[in-house]
């Protein structure tokens, strides 16, 4: 069974960094584009970040360019999300998931982690 393990998440003041990690379980983990979505309580999900098979190619949220970079490590099977400069709104759930091709949208994904809280204070 395919799993996505997120961690990294917490209580952070506005303007700190975090880094998110998603460590995933299915193999070969670099046949699998990755991206980052975020739902913060009453809103849809959405699209923060996304990252191709080989690295080479990332994809952002207009919201996070130039304060989230997305990255990953095949040899470890893990994703990261470096996020600086956060904001209260950048308050939310965040989920990593794995698709066959990169692309912004949830319904191209085929397995989900179940999330880590981000809490951004003002």
């Known amino acids: 069974q395919v799993q996505l393990v997120e961690s990294g998440g917490g209580l952070v003041q506005a303007g700190g960094s975090l880094r998110l990690s998603c460590a995933a379980s299915m193999r070969p983990f670099s046949s699998y584009a990755m991206g980052w979505f975020r739902q913060a309580p009453g809103k849809e999900r959405e699209f923060v970040a996304a990252?191709?098979?080989?690295?080479?190619?990332?994809n952002y949220a207009e919201s996070v360019k130039g304060r989230f970079a997305i990255s990953r490590d095949n040899a470890k099977s893990t994703v990261y999300l470096q996020m600086n400069s956060l904001k209260p709104e950048d308050t939310a759930i965040y989920s990593c998931?794995?698709?066959?091709?990169?692309?912004?949208?949830?319904?191209?994904?085929?397995?989900w982690g179940q999330g880590t809280q981000v809490t951004v204070s003002s």
């Open positions: 998931a794995a698709a066959r091709f990169m692309s912004r949208s949830t319904t191209d994904y085929d397995y």
């Open positions: 990252i191709r098979w080989s690295g080479s190619n990332t």
